[in-house]
C-alpha cells in the first residue's frame, strides 16, 4: 500500500517568503507527527496530531511555524517570514495511534533550502 | 529532560564483518528506546525497539541490540553486515504520552559505511 508521501521534494525560497508543506499520511492512521532534520543533526520533533487537533506543539521553534490538520488526514505545515536557518529537512510521520509506541512510518522528507 | 549520544559518527567495516553501533541515552524516567535505519533518499525506517520484557531485542535485516539499564546503553549489532546495510542510524528515547503515542528524541547518527 501507499506509504507517507510528502510534497514538494525540495522547495527553494527566499528569505522573508511564505512556504506550505503537505504531508499525505497513511490511509486510516490518526496520528501524525512533524519533524526538522538539519545537515549532520538527527530529526528533532515539530508537532504532533491525533485527528484534527494539535496534541503537542511544543517542539515548533517560534510563532513563525504553524500547522495545520483540518479533516484529520493531509497536513500542512507553514512557515512564515522563512530565515536561513530554517534550512532543513521536514519530515512527516504517522502512525495508527491505537496503541503506546505504535510504529510511525516516515516519509522521504522536504529538502527546504532558504536563500 | 533525556537525550541520546551516539557515540560515533562514523563506522567503516568490511562485508561480512560484525559491527556494533554504541548509543548511550540519559532520563530520569522510563523510557522507550528505538534504532531507525535511514537509506540514501529514503525516508527513516523502524529497525527495532525497546518497550520492556527481554533486554535483547531482534528487528529486522538481522540487526538486534540489548537493553542494559545499568550502563544507559542500548547498542546495536549485526553479526555479518552486508554492502545494502550502508545507511545512516538512529539511536532514539522515548518518553510515553497521553492518546498512546509517543514522541522519541533522536540521536545525530552514526553513519555505517560497509566495504567490499
Given amino acids: ?115 | 529532560a533525556q537525550s541520546v549520544t551516539q557515540l560515533d559518527s562514523q563506522v567503516p567495516v568490511f562485508e561480512e564483518a560484525p559491527v556494533e553501533l554504541r548509543c548511550n541515552y540519559s532520563s530520569s524516567v522510563s523510557v522507550y528506546l528505538f534504532w531507525y535505519v535511514q537509506y540514501p533518499n529514503q525516508g527513516l525506517q523502524l529497525l527495532l525497539k525497546y518497550l520492556s520484557g527481554s533486554t535483547l531485542v531482534k528487528g529486522i535485516n538481522g540487526f538486534e541490540a540489548e537493553f542494559n539499564k545499568s550502563q544507559t546503553s542500548f547498542h546495536l549489532r549485526k553479526p555479518s553486515v552486508h554492502i545494502s546495510d550502508t545507511a545512516e542510524y538512529f539511536c532514539a528515547v522515548s518518553r510515553g504520552i497521553s492518546g498512546g503515542s509517543y514522541i522519541p528524541t533522536f540521536g545525530r547518527g552514526t553513519s555505517l559505511i560497509v566495504h567490499p
Fill in chain 1, 1 to 115: 500500500g501507499a506509504g507517507v508521501s510528502q510534497t514538494p521534494s525540495n522547495k527553494v525560497t527566499e528569505k522573508g517568503k511564505y512556504v506550505e508543506l503537505r504531508c499525505d499520511p497513511i490511509s486510516g492512521h490518526t496520528a501524525l507527527y512533524w519533524y526538522r532534520q538539519s545537515l549532520g543533526q538527527g530529526p528533532e520533533f515539530l508537532i504532533y496530531f491525533q485527528g484534527t487537533g494539535a496534541a503537542d506543539d511544543s517542539g515548533l521553534p517560534n510563532d513563525r511555524f504553524f500547522a495545520v490538520r483540518p479533516e484529520g488526514s493531509v497536513s500542512t505545515l507553514k512557515i512564515q517570514r522563512t530565515e536561513r536557518g530554517d534550512s532543513a529537512v521536514y519530515l512527516c510521520a504517522s502512525s495508527s495511534g491505537r496503541g503506546n509506541q505504535e510504529t510511525q512510518y516516515f516519509g522521504p522528507g522536504t529538502r527546504l533550502l532558504v536563500l
